[in-house]
């Protein structure tokens, strides 16, 4: 039974950083992908990163936080970190972590897509203000 549970989320200035924390348990395979997604009052879900949990993975970052989120993987565990700098009020939302049952190339570039992750966190809010 596959438990993501996110940590981490605030309120913080525009401009300022934060990150928040994703840690995975349960799965049955050591390699598997995992994601950010976030969702705004009134906004479709949006990809915002995926990357492959296991050695020689890369990460697949979205077009619309390019350049200021980052992704990385606590060492040892399957916890998934997403660093968010040079925030902005548009970066308000809900930020979901997601997981697959597997992994592969296939989140490790191209888009990040709701319906290739079946197991989802419960979410962490992030305010800009």
């Known amino acids: 039974h596959v438990q993501l549970v996110e940590s981490g989320g605030g309120s913080v200035q525009v401009g300022e950083s934060l990150i928040i924390s994703c840690a995975a348990s349960?799965?049955?395979?050591?390699?598997?992908?995992m994601a950010w997604f976030r969702q705004a009052p009134g906004k479709e879900r949006e990809g915002v990163a995926s990357?492959?949990?296991?050695?020689?993975?890369?990460?697949s970052i979205g077009d619309s936080v390019k350049g200021r989120f980052t992704v990385s993987q606590g060492d040892g565990k399957a916890t998934l970190f997403l660093e968010m700098k040079s925030l902005k009020l548009e970066d308000t939302a809900k930020y979901y972590c997601?997981?697959?049952?597997?992994?592969?190339?296939?989140?490790?570039?191209?888009?990040?897509?709701?319906?290739?992750?079946?197991?989802w966190g419960q979410g962490t809010q992030v305010t800009v203000s």
């Open positions: 997601a997981a697959s049952d597997w992994g592969g190339t296939w989140c490790q570039s191209g888009p990040v897509r709701s319906e290739d992750y079946p197991y």
């Open positions: 990357t492959y949990i296991g050695v020689g993975g890369s990460t």
């Open positions: 349960g799965h049955r395979y050591s390699t598997f992908c």
